[in-house]
């Protein structure tokens, strides 16, 4: 095609419309909502092909690398995966993304996608990237655009304007915000678009265009970029360059100021699984609109879909719900009402709950830990490690362990001693003593770990060594 595509895979948000699966802790790019692929793996092997594209970035944060790399280890694709040190919008990310693939050459095209969108079309999914690409190296911002199959009140829209010599795009003529249901319907029947929120550019482009509409940004974003470490196999932006990039979304520090913009027409079934109606619409409902995914039942109803991974779920005689079940969470809302769920999450925030920011079932480097009960002196923990991995050698003030090995074997360092601990066996480690826990079988190694002390918070640690440099 004459010209490197590299693809960026935005993969830092937090998700939290489609809550309780999604937290903050573990975002729905990285959960099972549609197929049995997570979003960022369908996305990352719909990317795949090297007829089309060169070897993927992705774009994430410290607290996200792990499943980033784990995820990309189970398709066996290699990336580039790049930290930003904290979270500054996508301008910035997207500045960081031409800053990177422009080093690639002058005529390198970047594709940049959100890891928490699905395209259930791949072929037309794939076209769509080349008449992108050839747009882009025309010298075109080139935005997807998507026709629109409803008058959506949360999407923002695109008004194409005159059509774009030798390409299958059409200028932008302007941007417009999330509309009400009445000017949805005038802007479909006027031919706009649905902003996806995906692009493709010429990274040189880009840059020289975040240069002039946002100088401050392009200058910390490069500096970041120049004095990025590496740190274990991610690539970590500097942090006091990147920390003074300007907070701002790409649309609103370029895509609604250039006079570069394009938008292509894209059928490829986009859909960004933005609420629980859109992410449930993908599950085989039976004639009365009903489906279940999980362990539920469902009676005299219509339209209710019920998700339920972890414990039986009956709903009898309602219609129009959405029922979604956690083991420590459940939501009941109207199907009509799902982009609500923003409001739930603002109210469960200034509530300060824990169930917003993490599930039970906390996922490490190393495996899971998951609790199981929790008193005032007390809490019983199940903790899982994976074969060969290990965590930190640490230790804590203010509570003592007991570690009884259920599956597996562990070693364990306890200050000077390097002990051996088989099934049906126990160790105790007392409060203030070093310690290790370490996986070195061939099969998971399962653990319940029961706690005791005046204090039972995970800030209660002090690291000293660390395979995963969490010290």
């Known amino acids: 095609m004459g010209s490197h595509c590299i693809p960026v895979i935005m993969c830092g948000g937090a998700g939290t419309r489609v809550w309780p699966e999604s937290r903050e802790t573990l975002p729905k790019q990285f959960i099972t909502l549609v197929g049995d692929q997570s979003t960022f793996q369908r996305i990352i092997s719909m990317i795949s092909d090297p007829a089309v594209f060169d070897q993927p970035v992705v774009i994430t944060n410290r607290d996200y690398r792990f499943f980033v790399a784990e995820q990309l280890a189970e398709l066996g694709v290699a990336a580039t995966i790049v930290l930003e040190p904290e979270r500054r919008d996508s301008g910035p990310a997207v500045a960081a993304a031409a800053e990177l693939a422009a080093k690639a050459g002058p005529d390198t095209v970047v594709a940049m996608f959100a890891a928490d969108h699905i395209y259930e079309k791949p072929a037309e999914f794939i076209g769509n990237c080349k008449a992108a690409i050839q747009t882009a190296v025309k010298g075109n911002i080139v935005s997807f655009g998507i026709k629109p199959t409803h008058p959506a009140t949360n999407f923002g829209y695109i008004r194409p304007g005159a059509p774009i010599e030798g390409t299958a795009a059409r200028k932008i003529e302007a941007f417009v915000e999330k509309p009400d249901a009445e000017t949805a319907e005038r802007y479909i029947a ?59 979304s790409i649309d609103y520090a370029v895509m609604e100021r250039t006079d570069r913009s394009a938008v292509l027409e894209a059928d490829m079934g986009w859909n960004d699984l933005g609420t629980w109606s859109s992410a449930l619409s993908f599950t085989e409902a039976d004639a009365a609109g009903n489906s279940v995914r999980g362990d539920g039942i469902v009676l005299n109803c219509t339209n209710v879909h019920v998700r339920s991974p972890e414990m039986l779920t009956a709903v009898v005689g309602l219609d129009d719900v959405v029922v979604v079940t956690t083991a420590d969470a459940v939501l009941v809302l109207n199907s009509k009402e799902a982009d609500k769920v923003k409001l739930l999450v603002d109210d469960l925030r200034k509530r300060g709950r824990r169930e917003l920011v993490e599930h039970k079932r906390v996922y490490r480097p190393w495996g899971y830990y998951q609790g199981v009960d929790q008193g005032a002196r007390h809490q019983v923990k199940r903790i899982l490690v994976k074969p060969g991995a290990s965590l930190s050698l640490q230790k804590h003030f203010h509570r003592a362990e007991h570690w009884i090995v259920v599956k597996g074997t562990a070693e364990v360092t306890r200050d000077n001693e390097v002990i051996l601990v088989h099934e049906n066996e126990s160790i105790y480690l007392p409060i203030g003593c070093t310690h290790r826990l370490a996986n070195p079988g061939k099969i998971e190694l399962e653990l319940i770990e029961v706690q005791t002390g005046s204090y039972l918070g995970e800030d209660d640690i002090i690291r000293f060594e660390d395979i995963y440099n969490r010290t």
Do not use: C, H, Q
């Open 190 to 248: 006027e031919g706009y678009l649905w902003n996806s929120g995906n692009f493709v550019f010429p990274a040189e482009m880009m840059r020289a265009e975040i240069e002039r509409f946002e100088p401050e940004m392009a200058v910390a974003v490069a500096e970041a970029v120049a004095t990025a470490e590496t740190d274990l196999d991610f690539l970590v932006l500097g942090e006091k360059s990147f920390g003074r990039a300007t907070k701002k």
